[in-house]
Nanobody, 113 residues
């Protein structure tokens, strides 16, 4: 089992920034962030491996940066130039293997003036 503890969501104006954090109870090969807006399916935002390889959704490239601190088993998502369409519940994801996946409880991000 893996426990994931997320933090950092909130309300921000368009153009603003937020940083999300997710601490895992143990080391995980691949960690990432997904999001789900009302009435939409959950979608990938960004992932990062323990070796530092990253993958981003096209909609966030150039605005969001995923990083991790392997010593702390923590992954971060720095979100800049936020847009109203970034509003969603953001979920931390951890994949110890390709077929096993754990989810955090979700944190709300609202971008609104």
């Amino acid at each position: 089992q893996v426990q994931l503890v997320e933090s950092g969501g909130g309300l921000v104006q368009p153009g603003g920034s937020l940083r999300l954090s997710c601490a895992a109870s143990r080391s995980i090969f691949s960690m990432g962030w997904y999001r789900q807006a009302p009435g939409k399916q959950r979608e990938l935002v960004a992932t990062i491996t323990s070796g530092g390889s990253t993958n981003y959704a096209d909609s966030v490239k150039g605005r969001f940066t995923i990083s991790r601190d392997n010593a702390k088993n923590t992954v971060y998502l720095q979100m800049n130039s936020l847009k109203p369409e970034d509003t969603a519940v953001y979920y931390c994801n951890a994949k110890p293997t390709i077929v096993v996946s754990y989810w955090g409880q979700g944190t709300q991000v609202t971008v609104s003036s």
